[in-house]
């Protein structure tokens, strides 16, 4: 038998659409579901139906949550704005509890070769909040990849005339990394970003 049956089929089709699920676990998942119970199932299909009809960008930085504000734009620094590319940057930044100031995601960052333009991403709403919270310094948490830092350079070109100040996260060497296996752009920007000790 090459398919399965045509609701089988149709739940493996359906989870093979997730990022990172292949076919295989999308088999997995779907005799999961089989297997489980009505109530069981119910649930699960409740639970996302009502994340998916209760969650939606802050209003202020653009993260997800549940309410009008995010809990981090309620109590963060408002004058500190560390800028992401996705709201799951936020969450990975937040396990850092030195950080006590605010977010403003981008949803996406400048690919020109894919068509997404300044006008495609949060750029505006940055350049807004950055009068209205009289925001002093903008910290670019984007990726270092070649998008990461056009996009980071771009938004910094835009804030230097307004008379904020524009860090970038520092890069480099991984704590526990052996300095052999690293490799030369790593390094090199390790060096680059070296600092007093």
Do not use: W
Request: glycine share 6%.
């Amino acid at each position: 038998m090459k398919n399965f049956i045509l609701p089988i089929e149709k739940l493996v089709a359906s989870f093979s659409k997730l990022p990172g699920v292949g076919r295989k676990t999308a088999v997995r998942y779907a005799y999961y579901i089989i297997n489980s119970s009505n109530a069981d199932v119910r649930a699960f299909a409740e639970t996302m139906v009502n994340a998916k009809e209760t969650v939606h960008y802050c209003s202020v930085c653009g993260n997800f949550t549940d309410r009008e504000i995010c809990e981090v734009c309620t109590r963060g620094d408002r004058g500190l704005v560390c800028v992401v590319a996705e709201p799951k940057d936020v969450l990975a930044l937040e396990r850092v509890s030195d950080y006590n100031g605010t977010y403003h995601v981008l949803h996406g960052l400048l690919n020109p070769l894919e068509g997404i333009t300044p006008n495609d991403i949060h750029i505006k709403e940055l350049l807004d909040r950055v009068g209205k919270d009289h925001v002093r310094e903008v910290i670019m948490a984007t990726s270092p990849t070649v998008e990461g830092e056009a996009t980071a350079i771009y938004i910094s070109n835009l804030l230097h005339p307004l008379g904020v100040k524009v860090t970038r996260l520092a890069q480099g060497v991984s704590l526990g990394t052996d300095i052999e296996y690293v490799d030369e752009v790593t390094l090199s920007r390790a060096l680059e970003d070296r600092r007093e000790i």
